[in-house]
């Protein structure tokens, strides 16, 4: 075991603080990475304050990490020290069952590990995340960072806010002739745009926020709507292919199932414990429209999305913080100001 740093919650509501822990060994298989930047998730948020369930305190969240390969374990053939290299929201999964075979990890059927809210396989003790200074992980859930080395921060939010977005974008289907909606236009929102644009789809905003409409444009959207204006929704009934909502409040589905086309999909992807109003049965039915949900993505589909940014330079919109304004970026991210990720730099963390 060796100690780590990190700067973790102790309460739902207290301010984060130095937390030490210990990592386990390495195996055989595994990487050791030490952490240069952390992207802060709203997940983060949910997790440390308890929205999710008690997280068992303390907590380390964190699961937008980049970082240097420091180590490896014997049998490693895919990473050396000195690599760059990342890590998302899992660190394990059963690797049998179908989920695991299709390399859709995130729905292992035995459940994910995730970087942070579980327990080891190894040790039983509770996974610690990114905003620390080193990570142990399997080789199998460590991603390939091919961006220049100056980029580095902003590919951080990538391994969430990147590939929540790209995996249903890629599932159903956005592309050439595809009208695409974002909805909520915060960290996973800003990467919806960006990577929608960047599949060639006609990308459409939903915002509340008039102050982010010519934002958007510069982000990659064609059109912008003001999702609590009625009249501009209604201009766009039954126009979309698909459309992703990234928020995380209660909301009424049937304001967006209504602009979707015959046999489209709105894809719930924002995590918040409020129940959604569920549109009617009429809704649907007349046009054969579906409700569905995507969780992250699979380990093969994130190696696929990072290459695919760093072959076209696709980066996340950040502002860098160090440890010590987590607890003001999370009041920001909740107020919807941020443009639009926050990202730690992990060589503020204290006593490393
Ligand atoms: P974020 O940066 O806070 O962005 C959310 C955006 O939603 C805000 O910027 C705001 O955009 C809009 N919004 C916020 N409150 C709203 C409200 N009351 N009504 C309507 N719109 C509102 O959060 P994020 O990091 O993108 O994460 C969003 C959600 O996705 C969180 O619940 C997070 O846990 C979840 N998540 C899910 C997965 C998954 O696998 N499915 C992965 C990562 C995160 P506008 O100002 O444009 O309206
Ligand atoms: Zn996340």
Not at 139 to 165: M, N, R
Not at 319 to 326: A, D, G, L, S, T
Request: glycine content about 12%.
């Amino acid at each position: 075991m060796t100690t780590a740093h990190a700067w973790a919650a102790h309460a739902a509501h207290k301010p984060f603080a130095p937390f030490t822990f210990q990592r386990r060994a390495l195996e055989p298989q595994d990487v050791r990475i030490d952490i240069l930047y952390c992207g802060i998730c709203h997940s983060d948020i949910h997790f440390a304050r308890g929205e999710w369930g008690d997280p068992k305190y303390p907590a380390v969240p964190g699961h937008e990490i980049v970082g240097r390969v420091s180590e490896v374990g014997s049998a490693v053939t895919q990473y050396k020290v000195g690599d760059l290299a990342g890590v998302g929201c899992m660190v394990d999964s059963c690797g049998k069952c179908g989920s695991c075979h299709e390399g859709l990890e995130q729905y292992c059927e035995g459940g994910m590990t995730g970087t942070y809210m579980s327990v080891e396989k190894q040790t039983g003790l509770p996974t610690y995340g990114g905003y620390s200074n080193f990570i142990v992980v399997r080789e199998s859930f460590v991603l390939h960072v091919k961006h220049k080395q100056s980029d580095l921060p902003a590919v951080a939010p990538l391994l969430c806010a990147g590939i929540t977005l790209w995996s249903p974008l890629r599932h159903w289907k956005a592309g050439p002739g595809k009208k695409v909606g974002i909805v909520g236009i915060g960290g996973l929102g800003h990467m919806g745009i960006k990577l929608a644009h960047a599949l060639g789809a006609h990308v459409v905003a939903f915002t509340r926020s008039p102050g982010k409409v010519e934002e958007c444009k510069r982000l990659g959207a064609d059109e912008v709507i003001i999702s609590d204006n009625a009249d501009e929704m209604a201009k766009h009934a039954g126009s979309f292919d698909l459309i992703i909502n990234t928020v995380s409040a209660s909301q009424d589905l049937q304001t967006f199932v209504v602009l979707l086309k015959r046999d489209a999909t709105l894809v719930l992807v924002g995590a918040g414990t409020e129940k959604h109003i569920a549109p009617d049965a009429f809704a649907l039915l007349g046009a054969r429209r579906s409700v569905a949900g995507s969780g992250i993505g699979g380990i093969a589909e994130t190696q696929e999305m990072l290459d695919f940014c760093a072959e076209r330079g696709i980066t996340s919109d950040i502002e860098m913080i160090p440890v010590q304004k987590v607890d003001t970026a999370y009041d920001r991210i909740v107020a919807s100001d941020v443009k639009y990720r926050f990202v730690i730099d992990m060589a503020t963390l204290p006593g490393v």
